[in-house]
């Protein structure tokens, strides 16, 4: 069962800029892909971004030029870099982990992120 640390969040104020970190107890090629999603209060989790163990990453259109998804294969850590942060992008942000075959996901205990207008 992996392990998935993410660390990062906070309060930041609009227009600025936040960088999530998660940490996995596995190496990230053991999955198919991993990413982040987020969960706004009374809202679905929705996806903000994934990458795949062959670094093709997927955002969404909401996010799209203003957040990069990376990783550090060494660390086994995958990075959110968010630019340009609005009030709506406030949320709790999930890492995740989805295995190759059946495709099953495991989930990070999520960070805050709060951005004040």
């Known amino acids: 069962q992996v392990q998935l640390v993410e660390s990062g969040g906070g309060l930041v104020q609009a227009g600025g800029s936040l960088r999530l970190s998660c940490a996995s107890s596995?190496?990230?090629?053991?999955?198919?892909?991993m990413g982040w999603y987020r969960q706004a209060p009374g809202k679905q989790r929705e996806l903000v971004a994934t990458?795949?163990?062959?670094?093709?990453?997927n955002y969404a259109d909401s996010v799209k030029g203003r957040i990069t998804i990376s990783r550090d294969t060494a660390k086994n850590t995958v990075y959110l870099q968010m630019n340009s942060l609005k009030p709506e992008d406030t949320a709790v942000y999930y890492c995740?982990?989805?295995?190759?075959?059946?495709?099953?996901?495991?989930w990070g205990q999520g960070t805050q992120v709060t951005v004040s207008s």
């Open positions: 995740n982990a989805e295995t190759y075959g059946l495709h099953v996901n495991s």
């Open positions: 596995l190496s990230i090629f053991s999955f198919y892909s």
């Open positions: 990458i795949t163990s062959g670094g093709v990453t």
